[in-house]
């Protein structure tokens, strides 16, 4: 495995297909594959707590006016997949296939807090934080938070993370909330899975530098989110990646436009930005210095409205629209997301060069990889103004650059 060549693609099975299960998620990984991601990422899976006492439902979940009970985050059983999903015989079936199709398996862990009627609560008797009267002390979603100080919890937690390795074979896990849970757990956890598994892939929902840089977690995330981009959206780029830089961790963070997350609370990128400028976010995910993330549908240019508290019993039509994939904005995402996934994991500068800026206009983001002496240079047009570039070697993608120019919302990568 060579981490610095993933391209992650997140499915959250809900949205996916329309029966929102694994076996159903599991006949669509060969056009995963085929987009050019190497990696699928599984939204949480595990067993939902189904109560309708709303005390314990977070904000996000009531708002989102479905009324259903189950929310992947809320996990009441941390060793069974949800019946939803198709419990634990279609996980099996999914990470199988997933590896004849040349993907590894993230799955998501759910450490920070757990349902109010988890069965590790029984299970691991002072496993969950409790106040002084002995009431189960919640988070910010309303949930009970897990007790790290506990010995039994974090034995429980290792032997769930091992369980999944040595009983069905996955790759890697995307730690919700991994910044709340202390790293010492995660140090002590990772050193565990890594004797099952050594190239075992770690992922933190979280930017604190120590979590990437100690060799324990091997990416985090990019903050801010770009589904967030305000104009001119290369200066807001450019001063969120420079941030990163000063930490020490641009080559750590994985690059994102959408996820299960921004899609329930902001919306859809095509949407609410266009599919040219998303075009843009996309050259830049693929190849700035760190791992590009897909969320499903955004292959496709995908439209449609999706949130991670609709399934198939609670649904007014949010899921991925397949549709678009036969109508020209979707074909021309599609070539683009295969073609800059090519160029990400096959070329060398790309993959593990240095990265470093290029003075440049306030629309346009203009920066140079370079791996010993091979140097891509690349230019992106956030505005509707044509632009003058230097040409800096061979044009290996553009969409429209001509003698030196950049159309709106254009872009060009060159090799030297």
């Known amino acids: 495995m060579d981490k610095k060549r993933l391209v992650i693609y997140q499915i959250n099975p809900r949205m996916f297909t ?27 899976v595990c067993k939902e707590d189904d ?7 977070s904000r996000r979940q009531k708002k989102s006016k479905l009324n259903n009970p189950k929310n992947p985050y809320r996990v009441s059983d941390y060793f069974s997949v949800d019946e939803e999903y198709g419990g634990n015989e279609q996980l099996k079936e999914f990470v199988s296939e997933a590896h004849k199709n040349g993907l590894y398996v993230m799955m998501d862990l759910v450490y920070f807090h757990c349902a109010p009627n988890a069965k590790i609560i029984t299970d691991v008797p002072d496993g969950i934080e409790r106040d002084d009267d002995g009431r189960p002390v919640t988070g910010r979603w309303s949930f009970p938070l897990l007790n790290f100080k506990s010995r039994a919890l974090k034995d429980y937690l290792i032997e769930n993370m091992r369980y999944y390795i040595a009983q069905y074979d996955v790759d890697g896990y995307r730690c919700d909330v991994g910044d709340g849970v202390p ?30 840089t100690g060799g324990v977690f091997d990416f985090n995330y990019y903050w801010p989110q770009l589904v967030q981009a305000k104009k001119p959206y290369a ?50 995910l693929f190849t700035v210095n760190g791992t590009p993330m897909l969320y499903c549908g955004e292959e496709i240019a995908d439209l449609n409205a999706h949130n991670m508290f609709a399934n198939k019993d609670h649904n007014r039509g949010y899921g991925v629209d397949w549709s678009n994939a036969l109508l020209p904005h979707g074909k021309r995402r599609f070539a683009l997301i295969k073609k800059l996934a090519a160029l990400r994991t096959g070329e060398a500068a790309l993959a593990e ?26 230019y992106i047009n956030f505005s509707e103004k044509r632009v003058s570039t230097e040409p800096k070697g061979d044009v290996l993608l553009s969409r429209g650059y001509k003698d030196g120019t950049l159309g709106k919302y254009d872009f060009a990568i060159f090799k030297k």
């Open 235 to 284: 200066r807001f780029i450019k001063d969120a990646h420079e941030k990163i830089e000063q930490a020490g961790t641009g080559d750590k963070g994985v690059y994102f436009v959408e996820n299960h997350d921004t899609v329930t609370d902001e919306g859809r990128a095509d949407v609410i930005f266009g599919t040219l400028v998303c075009d843009c976010f996309y050259v830049y």
């Open 51 to 57: 109560s309708t006492d709303r005390k314990f439902w």
């Open 183 to 212: 790293l010492d757990f995660w140090k002590e956890a990772v050193e565990e899975i890594r004797k099952l598994k050594p190239d075992v892939i770690m992922l933190d929902e979280g930017h604190t530098p120590e979590y990437v």
């Open 353 to 378: 060069g240095d990265f470093a800026w290029i003075p440049s206009d306030e629309d346009v983001l203009a920066y140079e990889r370079q791996y010993k002496d091979e140097k891509i240079t690349v």
């Open 18 to 44: 329309p029966q929102g299960t694994l076996g159903a998620a599991k006949t669509l990984l060969a056009h995963v594959a085929s987009a050019g991601a190497n990696v699928a990422y599984l939204t949480a």
